[in-house]
């Protein structure tokens, strides 16, 4: 088995992350084109505790590399299952995710966590663990998982550089959704004003 983990700072609000995070996958994200869909399977709100779960089926072009495909049967799509806990009281998103395509010979399972830093930051923090489990020699089982940590490594460098952009144009579009509100506030105030100086 082998571990990848990453930890990174937007300089956002939990409140913007955690709307964002269900953008991160729209045409707004110039690095997750190898994202072919994504489907809610459930979502459900615990009374109690108010906490958001969301079940998710993600759909990916595979961009392993050719040996790796070779082996596995040159699959051009993977599945994974992905669960989501939205926490807004201690202000937390949890997501696990486990590969559901060639999970007899690969096991990956992922958790990542966003939390506030402060009122205009949030963290990130990203596990993955992957374990090869097709028979045959360590020697090419630790190359598969080599494999796997240098292509979780590539992805979360794009992974950020995509989220930052989704962020940043949620940011304009709430702003711009808040000024027209504003401005429809204002025109509707200014016309009781000429109603009421009419009447």
């Given at each position: 088995?082998?571990?990848?983990?990453?930890?990174?700072?937007?300089?956002?609000?939990?409140?913007?992350?955690?709307?964002?995070?269900?953008?991160?996958?729209?045409?707004?994200?110039?690095?997750?084109?190898?994202?072919?869909?994504?489907?809610?399977?459930?979502?459900?709100?615990?009374?109690?505790?108010?906490?958001?779960?969301?079940?998710?089926?993600?759909?990916?072009?595979?961009?392993?590399?050719?040996?790796?495909?070779?082996?596995?049967?040159?699959?051009?799509?993977?599945?994974?299952?992905?669960?989501?806990?939205?926490?807004p009281r201690n202000k937390t998103v949890?997501?696990?995710?486990?590969?559901?395509?060639?999970?007899?010979?690969?096991?990956?399972?992922?958790?990542?966590?966003?939390?506030?830093?402060?009122?205009?930051?949030?963290?990130?923090?990203?596990?993955?663990?992957?374990?090869?489990?097709?028979?045959g020699w360590q020697r090419i089982k630790?190359?598969?998982?080599?494999?796997?940590?240098?292509?979780?490594?590539?992805?979360?460098?794009?992974?950020?550089?995509?989220?930052?952009?989704?962020?940043?144009?949620?940011?304009?579009?709430?702003?711009?959704?808040?000024e027209r509100e504003r401005m429809m506030?204002?025109?509707?105030?200014?016309?009781?004003?000429?109603?009421?100086?009419?009447?």
């Open positions: 088995m082998k571990v990848f983990s990453n930890s990174e700072t937007f300089n956002y609000s939990w409140e913007e992350v955690s709307t964002a995070n269900w953008r991160k996958y729209c045409p707004w994200n110039q690095k997750s084109t190898h994202v072919i869909a994504v489907d809610t399977v459930s979502r459900t709100v615990d009374p109690e505790t108010g906490i958001l779960r969301t079940e998710r089926l993600i759909t990916c072009k595979q961009s392993a590399p050719e040996w790796l495909k070779s082996i596995f049967g040159g699959m051009d799509e993977s599945q994974v299952f992905e669960t989501s806990y939205v926490d949890t997501m696990v995710s486990a590969n559901l395509t060639l999970s007899n010979l690969i096991n990956v399972q992922e958790t990542v966590v966003y939390r506030p830093l402060n009122d205009h930051q949030t963290r990130f923090d990203q596990a993955a663990q992957i374990t090869a489990l097709c028979g630790n190359r598969i998982e080599d494999t796997l940590v240098s292509r979780f490594r590539e992805n979360a460098v794009k992974g950020k550089e995509g989220f930052e952009a989704v962020l940043a144009m949620s940011r304009r579009v709430f702003a711009e959704e808040r506030l204002l025109q509707a105030q200014a016309g009781n004003i000429r109603m009421a100086a009419a009447a």
